[in-house]
């Protein structure tokens, strides 16, 4: 009898869930496929992963918080001199689908400046937090306490001592390290305020209302509201303590100057706001500093909470804007239907595209899935390399020597879908410039990867590669 009941349990919520899937709005065709088939196919371990992870669950109170501190900021940052009304014709479509995504229009008159590969560019990080006057606001997904770390929590304490305002986001699983660390109760006793983002509290419960991976992975740190710094760099050492086996790990960080400063500054205090109730916007009322002519930039800020689109459309509109040259920087590649597409389409249309990826990624699970991509993208024409020292983790897409965008999304579905990122389009061909002598760096690093080598892989390699492809909605 119980048995009986078991099963016509199962299949009535297995039955639900298909319904669910095949009535919620906005999701891609493969993603309903693959859901319905591990759903039907995986009997209760289908339903369980369906219930953990198949929708990007908030509560609403916390969304609609988040949007309505969003929609007060709004009014105060968008008003500028240097906002862009005549960009060049091929970067047009490209600024609409940024604004479109992230709602910041772009700004003419930043100054840029790409940071070492090395650790000293901590020490840029530093100098600029010791020069500081007003404030200091910090944001990482990643923070250890190891030396990077360590220097960078004794600039926030001297800044905190001196009467500067300190304030600190970290990602609560991300940095957990640091947040256990002494480092985090000597910033917090020299009075800097520092909070975490998404916090587990009690899991269990939890789970029955967010999703538990929900991260923000930004990468933000603004000062006196005159400098920012941003990238794919987390706020450690290359030598990466929690995954040294993978290290080196080779990142970028920019120091922006400019009306730009302002943008990521709305982008800490939409995230400051939202976790600790208190009102700074006025900070962004502090006039715009202009570097002339300087570089055109548009931060991009995307999280689950918004849903008019990704940071992969905004990706995906400018593959389709070029006309010579792409080159990608990514440490993961698990992409959406529309722009593994567009990547492909780029290649076969002429466009030479390039792509560089780690040889070895601290993910097995990704890294294999990135592989299933592989034959796809290389029989299109894409020129695929793979980085060799260490793991690459820069994220810089570059078009035509005209633009880029870099941040700290990845070219995957949890940057696109379920992570908190920032991201920046940059147009100033002297910059770009210097981006893609950072990317031939890379490429002198790395060894390309033939279409014989992937038909050469095993079977059971080939097999296992394939499947995590198609399960990458999934993922």
Not at 100 to 129: F, K, Q
Not at 163 to 172: E, K, L, Q, T
């Amino acid at each position: 009898m119980w048995t009986t009941f078991l099963v016509i349990a199962h299949y009535t919520i297995a039955t639900l869930i298909v319904i669910r899937v095949l009535l919620r709005p906005g999701l891609e065709p493969s993603a309903r496929l693959a859901w319905v088939l591990m759903v039907e196919a995986l009997p209760v371990i289908g339903i369980g992963a369906y219930a953990l992870f198949g929708e990007v669950r908030m509560r609403r109170a916390e969304v609609q918080r988040m949007a309505d501190v969003r929609n007060s900021l709004t009014g105060r940052w968008q008003v500028s001199p240097q906002k862009v009304d005549d960009p060049p014709p091929q970067v047009a479509p490209v600024i609409e689908a940024n604004q479109a995504v992230g709602g910041m229009y772009a700004v003419r008159g930043n100054a840029l400046r790409l940071l070492a590969e090395d650790d000293s560019a901590i020490d840029d990080l530093v100098a600029a937090i010791d020069a500081a006057r007003d404030h200091v606001h910090v944001l990482f997904y990643i923070w250890l306490p190891d030396d990077s770390g360590a220097r960078v929590a004794a600039a926030v304490v001297r800044a905190a001592q001196r009467g500067v305002a300190a304030r600190v986001i970290v990602d609560a699983v991300g940095s957990r390290g640091l947040v256990r660390s002494a480092l985090w109760s000597d910033m917090q006793a020299a009075g800097a305020v520092c909070v975490t983002a998404f916090p587990w509290g009690m899991p269990l419960v939890s789970m029955l209302f967010q999703r538990l991976d929900v991260r923000n992975h930004r990468k933000i740190v603004v000062i006196d509201n005159a400098v920012a710094f941003s990238g794919s760099r987390n706020c450690a050492d290359m030598a990466f303590a929690i995954k040294p086996r993978f290290a080196p790990w080779i990142d970028i960080l920019v120091e922006l100057r400019g009306p730009a400063v302002r943008q990521m500054q709305a982008i800490f205090l939409a995230d400051w706001i939202s976790y600790t109730g208190r009102d700074l916007g006025d900070m962004l009322e502090m006039a715009d500093s202009a570097a002339q002519p300087g570089a055109i930039v548009q931060a991009v800020a995307t999280g689950p909470d918004r849903r008019e689109g990704s940071i992969g459309d905004c990706l995906t509109t400018m593959i389709y804007a070029a006309r010579d040259q792409v080159i990608i920087t990514t440490p993961y590649y698990v992409p959406d239907a529309a722009l593994d597409a567009a990547i492909r389409s780029a290649a076969r249309r002429g466009v030479r595209v390039t792509m560089i990826l780690p040889e070895r990624n601290d993910s097995l699970v990704v890294g294999a899935t990135s592989q299933g991509f592989y034959h796809d993208l290389i029989q299109a024409g894409v020129r695929l390399m793979l980085f060799q020292r260490g793991l690459l983790h820069a994220k810089i897409l570059s078009v035509d020597g005209q633009m880029a965008m870099i941040g700290s999304a990845n070219l995957d579905r949890r940057s696109f879908e379920l992570n908190y990122e920032v991201n920046m389009l940059i147009v100033d061909p002297d910059f770009i410039a210097i981006l893609d002598r950072q990317q031939a760096g890379y490429l002198d690093r790395a060894r390309e990867i033939t279409l014989d080598e992937v038909r050469g892989w095993t079977r059971i390699r080939r097999i296992r590669n394939n499947l995590l492809a198609l399960a990458s909605p999934l993922l």
